[in-house]
C-alpha cells in the first residue's frame, strides 16, 4: 500500500518537475509538489480499524476528530515517515457513505500531496484541465488549506493537495 502510494507520488513529483522549465529552461512554475503527507482509508467501523492498527500493529493512533464540514471522522495513525488516515462518515451527507456503499469493506479513498503554494498550485493544474471537487481551498483535517482533485484526471485516483 505504501509502496504504491510512494510510487505514485514519485510519478507525480517527476511530472511536476517536466512542466517545471519553459522552453529556455526558465521555470514557469510558482508551487512546487512535496511529500506524501497520508494515504487515506475509509473504514465502515472506526473502532475496529483503530483497534487492528494500536492493539494488533502497535501504531500510535490519534484521537477521532469529528469534521462536520467534510461529513467525516477521522484518525490519524503515525507511521514515522507518512500517515494513514482512517475515515468513517460523519452525518448525512457524508461523501464517505457512498463509497462505503459501493465498497463495504471499506479501502483506500484518497492520497495527500503537499505543495508549497496550494492557491497557485490549484490555479496551474486548472488550467490544464485538471478538475477540482472544490472551487476553492477548504481548511482540512490539519488544520490546512487542501483541495481534492478528480480521480478520472488523476489516473483514477482521488488526490488531495495539502498546503504544507
Known amino acids: 500500500l505504501l509502496h504504491h ?6 510519478s507525480l513529483r517527476v511530472c511536476a518537475r517536466m512542466m517545471s522549465t519553459g522552453a529556455e529552461g526558465v521555470p514557469k512554475k510558482l508551487w512546487s509538489l512535496g511529500r506524501l503527507n497520508h494515504v487515506a482509508i475509509a473504514v ?10 494500536k492493539d494488533i500493529l ?4 490519534s484521537g477521532v476528530l469529528p469534521l462536520p464540514e467534510h461529513g467525516v471522522s477521522t484518525v490519524f ?5 507518512t500517515k494513514l488516515e482512517l475515515l468513517h462518515p460523519l452525518g448525512e451527507k457524508s461523501p464517505i457513505a457512498n463509497f462505503l456503499t459501493k465498497n463495504t469493506e471499506g479501502g483506500i479513498h484518497h492520497v495527500c500531496l ?19 471537487l472544490d472551487k476553492k ?3 482540512g483535517a490539519h488544520g490546512k488549506p487542501v483541495v481534492f482533485l478528480h480521480p478520472k484526471d488523476c489516473n483514477g485516483v482521488l488526490v488531495e493537495l495539502e498546503q504544507a
Open 114 to 132: 503537499e505543495v508549497d503554494n496550494i492557491e497557485k498550485a490549484l490555479a496551474d493544474v486548472t488550467s490544464l484541465n485538471i478538475r477540482s
Open 44 to 53: 465502515p467501523n472506526l473502532e475496529k480499524s483503530v483497534s487492528f492498527y
Open 58 to 61: 502497535g501504531a500510535q493512533v
Open 5 to 10: 502510494a510512494a510510487m505514485f507520488a514519485k
Open 77 to 81: 495513525v503515525h507511521l514515522g515517515n
Open 137 to 139: 481551498p477548504k481548511i
